[in-house]
């Protein structure tokens, strides 16, 4: 009786976690106020954790909850509180098209130099020393060892990337917010 049951158990929880996280994501997408986008999209990376977790990955479901809905959203949730955008019909875009064309011309050249990146070849000095890779080959270097090493290795760049575009973003809503404070003294 209990083989027959835990199939059932792991499909039935799949499936409703699977479905709260689709409902979720639709929520986050159709909602006018960034805060609560924001509370649908923690919901949607706790479900997701769920998901992780019934699939055997218990790493990977606890990192998708301490550092996706814990402190990235955070971060998301600081900067929108801190750019304070009020109602939308109060939003203006004060640059013309020369600031729109210098943006776009930027655009394509970081898109250009990832993409140069992405094809080339890392010389020796940034890859990992070769303690450390045969240490993960062996499995010496326990559950993690095989998460990092790619992470590390092949995605480096991605990796680094995603680590500028968040710091990027929490400058500029900082900027806008000094702008905007800077405004409403005067």
């Known amino acids: ?41 923690i919901n949607v990376m706790f479900c997701l954790a769920v998901l992780y977790i019934l699939l055997d990955a218990q790493f990977i479901g606890a990192i998708q909850v301490l550092l996706y809905a814990g402190a990235i959203m955070v971060v998301f949730l600081f900067v929108v509180m801190l ?20 943006a776009g011309f930027v655009g394509l050249a970081l898109l250009a130099e990832i993409m140069v990146l992405a094809r080339a070849e890392f010389p020796a000095k940034l890859t990992l020393p070769a303690a450390v890779t045969t240490e993960a080959a062996q499995g010496t270097a326990g559950i993690i060892g095989p998460i990092a090493a790619p992470l590390f ?34």
């Open 153 to 186: 290795r092949e995605y480096l760049l991605a990796f680094e990337l995603t680590s500028i575009l968040l710091l990027t973003a929490i400058v500029g809503a900082v900027v806008i917010g000094k702008k905007r404070e800077a405004g409403d003294a005067g």
């Open 83 to 102: 750019l304070n955008l009020g109602h939308p019909s109060e939003l203006s875009d004060i640059r013309g098209k020369g600031g729109r064309l210098a």
């Open 1 to 41: 009786m209990g083989n027959e049951f835990f199939p059932l158990f792991y499909g039935f929880h799949f499936y409703l976690f699977g479905l709260i996280a689709l409902v979720s994501s639709i929520l986050f997408v159709t909602r006018k106020s960034p805060v609560a986008a924001a509370l649908w999209l």
